[in-house]
């Protein structure tokens, strides 16, 4: 079943907002909440989501092709959101750690309720990890769904990375 044109899940993402205390590792932030239908209402977004913070895809192949492009998204007119299963302050964490600043917002899907909705989840408990978020890029539109696609394995990078999804808008 193609997500294409349909509205994106209406539930809750939790992050630290940029500032530049954040530049120093050892600062955490304040986490906040928002509806996803609330705050993409009216604008273009990617939301790419990973299986989680830090681990050797996502932190070494994936997010960086973002942070590299992250102006080029700007231009299109784009809001960037890194998603994952990671709490916020993780996903703080891991934004400074790639450098990323504010230029890309890290969020956290709470309880995995953005993927579940999606159907993209992936079931890592063989290898420890638990069930995750699927590694997948979704463009949004005024809430509804633009492009969605899923890679076939989380340890895959091609349909979800920056030059794919940029190539997509």
Same mark, same amino acid.
């Given at each position: ?16 907002? !940029?500032?530049? %205390?954040?530049? @120093? ?40 092709? =973002? ?18 299963? @990671?709490?916020? =302050?993780?996903?703080? /964490? !891991? ?10 917002? =890290?969020?956290?899907?709470? @309880?995995?309720? =953005?993927?579940?909705?999606? @159907? ?31 890679? %076939?394995?989380? /340890?895959?990078? /091609? ?11």
């Amino acid at each position: 079943m193609s997500l294409v044109g349909q509205k994106i899940p209406d539930t809750e993402f939790s992050h630290v907002p !940029w500032s530049d %205390e954040l530049s @120093n590792a050892a600062a955490c932030g304040i986490p906040e909440k928002y509806r996803t239908t609330q705050k993409f209402a009216g604008k273009k977004v990617v939301i790419v989501s990973v299986p989680g913070a830090f681990t050797p895809t996502c932190h070494g192949n994936h997010i960086p092709g =973002f942070v590299k492009k992250a102006s080029e998204f700007k231009q299109k007119g784009y809001e960037v959101i890194v998603l994952a299963s @990671n709490d916020p =302050f993780t996903m703080s /964490g !891991w934004r400074t750690a790639l450098g990323a600043k504010g230029e890309l917002e =890290f969020a956290s899907d709470l @309880n995995l309720e =953005f993927s579940k909705a999606l @159907n993209a989840t992936v079931d890592m408990t063989k290898a420890g990890f638990g069930v995750r978020g699927a590694r997948y890029a979704l463009i949004a539109d005024d809430n509804v769904i633009k492009a969605f696609d899923s890679e %076939e394995s989380p /340890g895959n990078v /091609g349909v979800s990375s920056a030059e794919a999804v940029f190539g997509k808008l």
